[in-house]
């Protein structure tokens, strides 16, 4: 029988991974972190028995969650990262050249610990525009006062450590942590995941009642949940849409490379929902 994972995400339905090995496993004092080396993605990240990242695919999810909020900001210098403690959202972020500062308040070590040593092409760790620190993102946010040009959340699925990283009063705290022109963006699961719907639901309805725009955006990863996957973008000022931004992306991107996902159209067609993905955010 080969070794297999498995993460049912809806009743008796789900994921299904070809194993090698497993490399690396360990109950921190927050959650299980596993590391297993698979058939086809290259080594794989689970948190609780659900897929974190794996080496063949995280480049879309990350890329996505981080160019996505940038290019919208006109000018970010100073990023705050919540969770995303494998590295690679901060990896794309310092390819930035405007990025000079970023905090990644990752709330396990033991999730640090194990990409650096298992992922190890995942994580920019030595760049010296990086600082990571190991608190819980909610209380940092609570106590910062250097405002933030933008804030990525990437945390885990709405159970367990993360589930706070969903609620209203969390982005409260975001907003109030963004500069004037300050833009955010979160991970807000899978649309074809019924049980992630209120969570989904509670996100949107926040940044649409704190932030002057807010739009969820989609991107296709094949080892997340259903494959297709939402994004929030919040910002206080800058239209993700507009032709500001799309010129923005368009001249910077060369200075971004390389990238797999990411693109100055697939930034604009990301934003386009099917009407059964606008219903379960629609008020
Ligand atoms: N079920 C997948 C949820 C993914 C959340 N974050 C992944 C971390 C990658 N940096």
Same mark, same amino acid.
């Given at each position: 029988?080969?070794?297999?994972?498995?993460?049912?995400?809806?009743?008796?339905?789900?994921?299904?991974?070809?194993?090698?090995?497993?490399?690396?496993?360990?109950?921190?004092?927050?959650?299980?972190?596993?590391?297993?080396?698979?058939?086809?993605?290259?080594?794989?990240?689970?948190?609780?028995?659900?897929?974190?990242?794996?080496?063949?695919?995280?480049?879309?999810?990350?890329?996505?969650?981080?160019?996505?909020?940038?290019?919208?900001?006109?000018?970010?210098?100073?990023?705050?990262?919540?969770?995303?403690?494998?590295?690679?959202?901060?990896?794309?972020?310092?390819?930035?050249?405007?990025?000079?500062?970023?905090?990644?308040?990752?709330?396990?070590?033991?999730?640090?610990?194990?990409?650096?040593?298992?992922?190890?092409?995942?994580?920019?760790?030595?760049?010296?525009?990086?600082?990571?620190?190991?608190?819980?993102?909610?209380?940092?946010?609570?106590?910062?006062?250097?405002?933030?040009?933008?804030?990525? !959340? *990437?945390?885990?699925? #709405?159970?367990?450590?993360?589930?706070?990283?969903?609620? $209203?009063?969390? =982005?409260? +705290?975001?907003?109030?942590?963004?500069?004037?022109?300050?833009?955010?963006?979160?991970?807000?699961?899978?649309?074809?995941?019924?049980?992630?719907?209120?969570?989904?639901?509670?996100?949107?309805?926040?940044?649409?009642?704190?932030?002057?725009?807010?739009?969820?955006?989609?991107?296709?990863?094949?080892?997340?949940?259903?494959?297709?996957?939402?994004?929030?973008?919040?910002?206080?000022?800058?239209?993700?849409?507009?032709?500001?931004?799309?010129?923005?992306?368009?001249?910077? !991107? *060369?200075?971004?490379? #390389?990238?797999?996902?990411?693109?100055?159209?697939?930034? $604009?067609?990301? =934003?386009? +929902?099917?009407?059964?993905?606008?219903?379960?955010?629609?008020?």
């Amino acid at each position: 029988m080969p070794l297999l994972y498995n993460e049912f995400y809806n009743a008796r339905t789900g994921l299904t991974i070809g194993l090698k090995k497993l490399l690396f496993s360990k109950q921190s004092q927050y959650q299980l972190v596993e590391v297993y080396e698979t058939d086809t993605w290259g080594n794989l990240m689970t948190i609780d028995g659900m897929v974190m990242l794996s080496e063949r695919d995280e480049f879309v999810y990350h890329e996505m969650l981080s160019h996505v909020g940038l290019f919208t900001h006109p000018n970010p210098e100073r990023v705050l990262i919540i969770g995303g403690g494998d590295g690679g959202t901060a990896r794309e972020v310092m390819k930035h050249p405007s990025v000079n500062h970023v905090d990644m308040v990752e709330i396990d070590k033991t999730v640090v610990d194990a990409s650096k040593e298992f992922l190890p092409d995942v994580g920019d760790f030595n760049n010296p525009k990086l600082n990571v620190l190991y608190e819980d993102g909610i209380a940092f946010i609570k106590n910062t006062t250097d405002p933030y040009d933008v804030i990525i !959340i *990437d945390g885990s699925d #709405p159970v367990g450590p993360a589930e706070g990283l969903f609620e $209203k009063d969390f =982005f409260e +705290l975001c907003q109030k942590a963004l500069n004037d022109e300050g833009v955010l963006t979160a991970q807000t699961e899978s649309p074809w995941v019924e049980s992630y719907y209120s969570s989904m639901k509670k996100v949107f309805h926040a940044i649409d009642d704190l932030f002057p725009v807010s739009k969820m955006y989609l991107s296709f990863i094949p080892l997340y949940p259903a494959g297709m996957w939402s994004m929030a973008c919040a910002s206080k000022t800058e239209n993700p849409l507009s032709d500001a931004v799309y010129n923005r992306i368009t001249n910077g !991107i *060369d200075h971004i490379k #390389p990238l797999k996902y990411y693109n100055a159209d697939l930034h $604009k067609g990301a =934003f386009a +929902l099917p009407n059964f993905v606008a219903d379960v955010i629609e008020r």
